[in-house]
């Protein structure tokens, strides 16, 4: 039945006349605000009637009318929600030491009221009306355009709201995505019917991990544990290929891919996809391109030169996008972590069997780190391309994200000293307010360059303050330090949150990030979720009047010593 549904959804929302008469008509600015409408009349009729109405919906006049009679504009299905268990001051934020930076929590701390949406009714009971997917809890949304639940953006407003104290909050949004699983088999991208065709980031598994250990919650793991599983399942069989030993072509190990088959633009940014294959001849190489596209949207890092070429006349240019000729070296660090979690998940839930079964997954999985990530001489991980059978030896943030998933040897404690002497001599350090994603300076691209995301940085914090190495437990409070104090500085100057911000030298404010397909959003939940969780962990450390005044302290020193000179 909901098969059904959705693929009747699909001739209006994914594919088909209506949506590639308004998106060529330009009939809004936004490609995502038509793919957002709900249907005022079930989608046979609609289609239907236009197919009625011939050639007349060549004039826009026409066009216009047609949807203003079988749309509603889109944001009325979601309704606003008060989160029940919020309370006005979470006894956790006691431990922040600082009263600005505790000020600064609570305001955040209230704008997890504004995100909190929940699907209408008639969603459940209508769903052939609405692009936008059931679920049954409340949950935070990012904020701005992002008008439904995201996957990976999730993890992070999950942790945030762990110190918040809104635990029935952040189980409710671990159901919806469960109920993801249960309903069609994977979590999409996002809560609509046009990211169905993807996923994000998987990051659910680790979501329950981190709330199993704020509540001990043991009865709920037991019962979203088999659609965990099936989660994994999902990576597993639709999501990896083996690697085959070149010697004896037996397989050594599943290697893990974000990989979308696409035949269509995106519907959501359908004209940023039919621009980029103005100049292909033929159906073929649109195909490949919209699938190299729609991979690269599930990455989570839309775009990026990571994708794109990384030498030639092409280089660093979307139209080189290869997505699929890249392992990426945080999908599969994922995949370690999840096969690890779920491993303990079934040790703690008594599951011989099981644990055996995962075990032998994450062993696979450090294996595929070491052997295709891994390079030694430089003292780090990369993604490999399948394409030349090599490392990509560029920088990229995520080049740490196996710290984050402790996907090396328990025992070893060298690798982490090895991987800080890494973004050492990579300069990235030297960054002062924050890591930046790239050193690919010239792209347009809003994964790259000087644009610092949040969860990115939350990661390489997170992988250093676990280690258990006093001195990068240091550097990883440093960091800590860093950021709070640009996102702090930047809060005081603009009264906004944003999703990224820009971590240049040269100027002088703390502002947000740049570049891609959409403005800099605002809001922003995994922004406000990164902080909170870490004023958790060094909101007695920290000390927001003293964080501002070193700074100047040392300016003003350098200004006198060089009128001295
Ligand atoms: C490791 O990195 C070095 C230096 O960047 C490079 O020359 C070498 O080919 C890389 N090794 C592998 C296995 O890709």
């Given at each position: 039945?909901?098969?059904?549904?959705?693929?009747?959804?699909?001739?209006?929302?994914?594919?088909?006349?209506?949506?590639?008469?308004?998106?060529?008509?330009?009939?809004?600015?936004?490609?995502?605000?038509?793919?957002?409408?709900?249907?005022?009349?079930?989608?046979?009729?609609?289609?239907?009637?236009?197919?009625?109405?011939?050639?007349?919906?060549?004039?826009?006049?026409?066009?216009?009318?047609?949807?203003?009679?079988?749309?509603?504009?889109?944001?009325?299905?979601?309704?606003?929600?008060?989160?029940?268990?919020?309370?006005?001051?979470?006894?956790?934020?006691?431990?922040?030491?600082?009263?600005?930076?505790?000020?600064?929590?609570?305001?955040?701390?209230?704008?997890?009221?504004?995100?909190?949406?929940?699907?209408?009714?008639?969603?459940?009971?209508?769903?052939?009306?609405?692009?936008?997917?059931?679920?049954?809890?409340?949950?935070?949304?990012?904020?701005?355009?992002?008008?439904?639940?995201?996957?990976?953006?999730?993890?992070?407003?999950?942790?945030?709201?762990?110190?918040?104290?809104?635990?029935?909050?952040?189980?409710?949004?671990?159901?919806?995505?469960?109920?993801?699983?249960?309903?069609?088999?994977?979590?999409?991208?996002?809560?609509?019917?046009?990211?169905?065709?993807?996923?994000?980031?998987?990051?659910?598994?680790?979501?329950?991990?981190?709330?199993?250990?704020?509540?001990?919650?043991?009865?709920?793991?037991?019962?979203?544990?088999?659609?965990?599983?099936?989660?994994?399942?999902?990576?597993?069989?639709?999501?990896?290929?083996?690697?085959?030993?070149?010697?004896?072509?037996?397989?050594?190990?599943?290697?893990?891919?974000?990989?979308?088959?696409?035949?269509?633009?995106?519907?959501?940014?359908?004209?940023?996809?039919?621009?980029?294959?103005?100049?292909?001849d033929t159906e073929d190489e649109r195909?490949?391109?919209?699938?190299?596209?729609?991979?690269?949207?599930?990455?989570?890092?839309?775009?990026?030169?990571?994708?794109?070429?990384?030498?030639?006349?092409?280089?660093?240019?979307?139209?080189?996008?290869?997505?699929?000729?890249?392992?990426?070296?945080?999908?599969?660090?994922?995949?370690?972590?999840?096969?690890?979690?779920?491993?303990?998940?079934?040790?703690?839930?008594?599951?011989?069997?099981?644990?055996?079964?995962?075990?032998?997954?994450?062993?696979?999985?450090?294996?595929?780190?070491?052997?295709?990530?891994?390079?030694?001489?430089?003292?780090?991980?990369?993604?490999?391309?399948?394409?030349?059978?090599?490392?990509?030896?560029?920088?990229?943030?995520?080049?740490?994200?196996?710290?984050?998933?402790?996907?090396?040897?328990?025992?070893?404690?060298?690798?982490?000293?090895?991987?800080?002497?890494?973004?050492?001599?990579?300069?990235?350090?030297?960054?002062?307010?924050?890591?930046?994603?790239?050193?690919?300076?010239?792209?347009?691209?809003?994964?790259?360059?000087?644009?610092?995301?949040?969860?990115?940085?939350?990661?390489?914090?997170?992988?250093?303050?676990?280690?258990?190495?006093?001195?990068?437990?240091?550097?990883?409070?440093?960091?800590?330090?860093?950021?709070?104090?640009?996102?702090?500085?930047?809060?005081?100057?603009?009264?906004?949150?944003?999703?990224?911000?820009?971590?240049?030298?040269?100027?002088?404010?703390c502002s947000a990030g740049s570049g891609?397909?959409?403005?800099?959003?605002?809001?922003?939940?995994?922004?406000?979720?990164?902080?909170?969780?870490?004023?958790?962990?060094?909101?007695?450390?920290?000390?927001?009047?003293?964080?501002?005044?070193?700074?100047?302290?040392?300016?003003?020193?350098?200004?006198?010593?060089?009128?001295?000179?």
């Amino acid at each position: 039945m909901l098969y059904y549904v959705i693929s009747l959804l699909s001739q209006i929302y994914v594919d088909g006349p209506i949506l590639q008469a308004v998106q060529d008509a330009h009939l809004y600015p936004d490609s995502k605000y038509f793919v957002d409408m709900a249907l005022k009349v079930d989608p046979v009729t609609t289609l239907k009637n236009f197919y009625e109405l011939g050639d007349k919906v060549r004039k826009r006049e026409n066009l216009q009318k047609f949807i203003e009679a079988h749309f509603d504009p889109p944001g009325s299905e979601l309704i606003e929600s008060y989160p029940e268990d919020w309370v006005p001051f979470p006894a956790s934020f006691l431990k922040i030491d600082d009263y600005h930076l505790r000020r600064w929590a609570l305001h955040l701390h209230r704008i997890w009221r504004d995100l909190c949406r929940r699907v209408k009714e008639d969603v459940r009971d209508h769903q052939e009306l609405y692009s936008l997917l059931y679920v049954p809890h409340p949950f935070v949304i990012p904020g701005g355009r992002f008008r439904e639940f995201y996957y990976w953006d999730s993890y992070w407003i999950l942790k945030g709201l762990l110190f918040s104290e809104m635990f029935e909050t952040a189980k409710g949004m671990i159901r919806n995505l469960a109920y993801m699983v249960d309903h069609h088999g994977f979590v999409p991208n996002g809560g609509r019917v046009y990211y169905l065709i993807r996923s994000q980031p998987p990051l659910l598994t680790p979501m329950v991990y981190e709330y199993y250990l704020a509540t001990g919650d043991l009865e709920f793991v037991q019962e979203v544990l088999p659609l965990l599983e099936k989660e994994y399942e999902f990576w597993e069989t639709q999501r990896s290929s083996p690697f085959l030993d070149p010697e004896t072509k037996k397989e050594k190990f599943p290697y893990f891919q974000y990989r979308v088959l696409m035949k269509t633009p995106r519907p959501e940014s359908y004209r940023e996809d039919m621009e980029l294959v103005r100049h292909l001849d033929t159906e073929d190489e649109r195909h490949l391109m919209w699938s190299n596209v729609a991979s690269a949207a599930e990455t989570g890092w839309d775009f990026s030169t990571r994708w794109f070429a990384q030498s030639g006349p092409s280089m660093h240019d979307m139209k080189s996008i290869r997505t699929t000729s890249i392992v990426p070296v945080d999908l599969n660090a994922f995949i370690c972590v999840n096969a690890r979690i779920l491993g303990s998940f079934y040790e703690i839930t008594g599951r011989p069997d099981k644990v055996a079964a995962y075990q032998r997954r994450y062993e696979h999985a450090k294996t595929e780190m070491k052997e295709l990530h891994w390079n030694e001489t430089d003292g780090i991980w990369y993604d490999y391309d399948l394409e030349y059978k090599t490392h990509s030896n560029t920088y990229y943030v995520s080049n740490a994200s196996p710290l984050y998933a402790k996907c090396y040897d328990d025992e070893d404690d060298v690798t982490p000293r090895k991987v800080y002497a890494y973004l050492e001599r990579e300069g990235v350090l030297s960054f002062t307010k924050g890591l930046p994603t790239s050193l690919a300076m010239g792209s347009e691209q809003q994964w790259d360059k000087e644009n610092a995301w949040p969860p990115m940085v939350h990661m390489v914090i997170e992988g250093f303050r676990t280690t258990g190495d006093p001195f990068l437990m240091k550097a990883a409070e440093n960091m800590a330090t860093q950021w709070l104090t640009l996102s702090y500085r930047s809060f005081i100057q603009t009264h906004s949150m944003f999703e990224k911000y820009n971590v240049s030298s040269k100027t002088e404010e703390c502002s947000a990030g740049s570049g891609g397909e959409y403005e800099v959003q605002t809001g922003f939940g995994w922004t406000n979720g990164v902080i909170l969780d870490l004023l958790d962990k060094y909101g007695d450390k920290m000390h927001s009047t003293a964080s501002k005044s070193v700074p100047w302290l040392f300016l003003a020193v350098l200004m006198t010593l060089l009128r001295l000179l």
